[in-house]
């Protein structure tokens, strides 16, 4: 009986996610927001039956992938069903979900190195390659731009902006990565946690944001690495010189997080509208105002502002 019901169970979900990774594939804008809900079937899965009937539908998936001629979609799959199972491996047996977010993020890292790795060995395609021509070729042409117009100046400096930026980008190329699969996932965790609870007895829980508390000990160590990098030079291009231009890039992104989550909590604490703090995000990211907000995320990090809040409150 329980292996008819997985059979069944089985055939449905197979179904709606073909139903989703086509529509994620050739649907532009639907396709962008489905996208984050295609681990839903293989969470479903690993919490009504058990890990070895989510491998099968994911091994069906992909084949179906393959034979529907979608190879190109089959990484996709994979990545989005490995997720999947482990959040409804975790789920189904009760396990911390912050454990859970975390190999979801380094599930998410591995898989995408190792599509990357492959693409680029077997098929000779670099995406970063690719987007650096494209993104050169545009800068060329503004410049050319600029440069008919009278503004050669203007022109030059774009250039030379432009040559920096690409430059730090490939230095700072591991920490982008960590970052954006933080976000990635966890962008995927919060699509993926209205359906689930719905659909199961099992609860996702994502904690609010402003509920942030990273550990203190990363204020020291970015005070370490700030303070280290004004007294030692290191020379561009060097390993050292790459480590702490990595390191430092990925702790002014957790201080920035820590300010947003300050943020939020104030708002909180003050009674605002919900409005607000998603207002002053989106504006101190327009108009370039995320030292303040960083600056802000070191103080929370290094005296009790929350604390004595919440004392006052009482």
């Known amino acids: 009986m329980k292996k008819n019901t997985g059979l069944v169970d089985g055939g449905i979900l197979l179904a ?22 295609l681990p839903v079937p293989f969470i479903l899965m690993s919490l009504r039956h058990n890990v070895k009937w989510s491998f099968i539908l994911l091994v069906g998936s992909s084949f179906l992938t393959i034979l529907l001629g979608m190879v190109f979609s089959v990484p996709m799959t994979i990545i989005f069903g490995l997720i999947g199972m482990i959040i409804g491996s975790y789920l189904r047996n009760d396990r911390n979900q912050l454990q859970m977010f975390i190999v979801s993020v380094l599930t998410f890292m591995a898989c995408t190195l190792i599509v990357f790795i492959i693409t680029t060995t077997f098929f000779s395609v670099n995406f970063f390659d690719q987007s650096t021509v494209i993104i050169e070729e545009s800068v060329e042409q503004s410049s050319e731009i600029l440069s008919s117009l009278g503004q050669e100046e203007q022109a030059g400096e774009l250039v030379e902006q432009m040559k920096t930026a690409f430059a730090l980008i490939e230095i700072v190329l591991p920490s ?35 509920d942030i508390q990273l550990p203190k000990s990363l204020l020291w160590y970015y005070l370490f690495i700030m303070v280290g990098s004004l007294i030692f030079t290191f020379n561009e291009g060097t390993y050292s010189y790459t480590v702490v231009a990595n390191l430092l890039f990925l702790l002014q992104f957790f201080m920035l997080l820590q300010g947003y989550s300050f943020l939020f909590f104030l708002s909180h604490a003050k009674s605002w509208p919900n409005a607000v703090p998603v207002w002053i995000t989106i504006l101190s990211v327009l108009l370039a105002l995320t030292p303040f907000v960083r600056i802000l995320g070191i103080m929370d990090l290094g005296f009790p502002f929350r604390k004595t809040m919440v004392t006052k409150g009482e």
Request: with cysteine; proline share 4%; aromatic share 12%.
């Open 16 to 37: 709606t996610y073909m139903i989703m990774i086509f529509t994620a594939t050739y649907i532009p804008i639907l396709g962008t927001v489905v996208l984050f809900f």
């Open 176 to 210: 982008i990565l960590v970052i954006s699969s933080i976000v990635f996932v966890g962008l995927v965790f919060l699509a993926c946690k209205p359906v689930v609870n719905r659909l199961s007895k099992k609860k996702m829980t994502i904690a609010h944001v402003r």
